[in-house]
């Protein structure tokens, strides 16, 4: 079954994470290591990011062949068993962590903190260089570092969900990006996709597939939030009438702005500016 990029994502994203324990290591082959493979289940869900080598690892009787650019998820309450597959020694970093989850399932009915999963990371050096660091950050003593390991796993965890997306995707990378940043400094001016796919010199198809490859969004949808977004911050902070809120950020038709807010914010912008007031969003 094909892994929800985006809701791996918000699992992280809204769950309250405590790293438990980093671990930078290497096993050899043909030999074998009780302390890891028992008949105990695993006390602590962890990601497994292989640095060098091959191995095969089951948990609760899944399998999964790793190689370097692969990380493996294991839940706590598996059972889990491995084997050094290879000639070469298997390096990697392994991260346990607690992720209290306030959100719900994904489309799927899945939590994927509670179960086994392998993706790419893409091995590419500055996420290896992260790996290092993070083992560094872990070894150091200090509430200051435990910030710092936090930064550098979720780090590895947007690299690797960023590779999951797709080779296609990291080619064009950079094109998606200035599209991105473009949105963000134009939102108020007329856009389509016609036009935004133009800037990359692709079709409009290809390039809406890899829009939402990449942001998880396709880009209209991208520019609609972003506008809304702006409009919320307005609403909440400024004395503009809504007819200038909606014109500030690209919509000239007041009435299509407040039935587009309403339907994404649940409220219209009168009552959204009611509810909050002009006063700065607050920070959390």
Not at 58 to 64: E, H, I, M
Request: glycine share 8%; aromatic share 10%; proline share 4%.
């Amino acid at each position: 079954m094909k892994n929800d990029v985006e809701a791996i994502a918000r699992e992280f994203a809204e769950g309250v994470l405590t790293i438990k324990a980093v671990h930078l290591g290497a096993m050899k082959p043909n030999v074998h290591y009780p302390e890891n493979t028992s008949d105990e289940p695993i006390a602590l869900s962890g990601l497994l990011f292989v640095i060098r080598g091959r191995a095969m690892f089951k948990f609760d009787g899944k399998a999964y062949e790793l190689k370097a650019g692969k990380a493996v998820h294991g839940a706590v309450g598996m059972k889990l068993r491995h084997q050094v597959t290879g000639p070469e020694d298997l390096e990697y970093l392994l991260v346990h962590y607690e992720l209290w989850e306030p959100g719900s399932e994904s489309q799927n009915g899945i939590r994927y903190n509670r179960t086994s999963y392998m993706m790419n990371y893409g091995n590419q050096p500055t996420t290896v260089e992260k790996m290092y660091l993070l083992n560094q950050a872990w070894n150091t003593p200090g509430q200051l570092t435990s910030v710092r390991c936090k930064e550098l796993f979720f780090g590895l965890v947007h690299d690797m969900l960023s590779a999951a997306r797709g080779g296609s995707v990291q080619v064009h990378r950079g094109e998606i990006d200035d599209v991105v940043s473009y949105i963000q400094r134009f939102y108020m001016e007329p856009h389509t996709v016609d036009s935004l796919a133009a800037r990359c010199g692709m079709n409009a198809k290809r390039f809406s597939y890899l829009f939402n490859k990449y942001t998880g969004m396709f880009p209209i949808d991208y520019l609609i939030r972003h506008r809304l977004d702006r409009a919320k911050q307005l609403l909440a902070t400024s004395d503009c009438a809504i007819l200038q809120v909606a014109g500030s950020v690209g919509y000239a038709d007041t009435h299509y702005f407040s039935r587009l807010f309403k339907k994404n914010e649940g409220c219209s912008p009168g009552e959204y500016r009611r509810r909050l007031g002009n006063r700065p969003l607050p920070f959390r």
